[in-house]
């Protein structure tokens, strides 16, 4: 157990539609991390926060949108949901000053229908 | 454009034998490396990296080699366990502090 959760597990969902996607970080650490895994794409960065402010931007889509809370808590908003969106969404969180070494949540699976 | 590569999607080996995998990178800015595990229906699991300034790291069964000059990183794990059975992915550290993954390199360990 890494000390990452992420609700819900699994998500189905039709076209068009709107969902969001929960993390928790492991207690203390103050970045998270999405992540994406398409079947061939591997995993792909989306996007980073620490402590509440967006830190780097990778490959996300402008129908993709993310906050982290003052809790820390993050959340991952995507919108206009299109088949290809199917994938693996994973969170990660690391400490401050180790940004590298991320620990993983274990997922939300997000089907697109 | 694929920065980090594994090239072999899949390898197998006897338990008790040695299991490298292998990895190559493009960017020489890279300045930290690791290498993840992960089983079906889990997030990945940190397993063990390397810093640029240094050739070797070893953790137990775990050792990992990097060759810079050769843009080149590898994972010996000795002696191979079949619980090692997993999908391994190199990564690298990019200038923002995200990872850069390999697309994984399937392990089977039989008994």
């Known amino acids: 157990d890494s000390g990452v959760t992420q609700t819900p597990k699994h998500l189905i969902t039709a076209t068009g539609q709107r969902v969001t996607l929960r993390c928790s970080p492991r207690?203390?650490?103050?970045?998270v991390y999405w992540y994406q895994q398409s079947l061939d794409q591997g995993l792909q960065f989306l996007i980073q926060?620490?402590?509440?402010?967006?830190?780097a931007k990778g490959n996300i889509l402008e129908r993709f949108s993310a906050q982290q809370f003052p809790d820390l808590h993050s959340e991952l908003n995507l919108s206009s949901l299109e088949l290809g969106d199917s994938a693996l969404y994973f969170c990660?969180?690391?400490?401050?000053?180790?940004?590298?070494?991320?620990?993983f949540g274990p997922g939300t699976r997000l089907t697109v229908t | 454009d694929q920065q980090v590569k594994q090239n072999s999607p899949s390898l197998s080996v006897q338990e008790g034998r040695i299991s490298i995998l292998n990895c190559d990178y493009t960017?020489?800015?890279?300045?930290?490396f690791l290498w993840y595990k992960k089983y079906p229906a889990e997030g990945p699991t940190f397993l063990i990296s390397?810093?640029?300034?240094?050739d070797k790291n070893e953790d137990g069964r775990f050792t990992v080699f990097l060759n810079k000059s050769a843009k080149h990183l590898s994972l010996h794990i000795v002696p191979s366990q079949p619980g090692d059975s997993a999908v391994y992915f190199c990564?690298?550290?990019?200038?923002?502090?995200?990872?850069?993954f390999g697309k994984g390199t399937k392990l089977s360990v039989k008994p």
């Open positions: 990660a969180s690391s400490e401050a000053g180790v940004p590298y070494e991320q620990y």
């Open positions: 207690s203390g650490d103050l970045s």
């Open positions: 926060y620490y402590n509440g402010e967006e830190r």
């Open positions: 960017n020489s800015m890279f300045d930290y």
């Open positions: 390397i810093s640029s300034i240094k």
């Open positions: 990564a690298a550290g990019g200038s923002q502090g995200n990872l850069i």
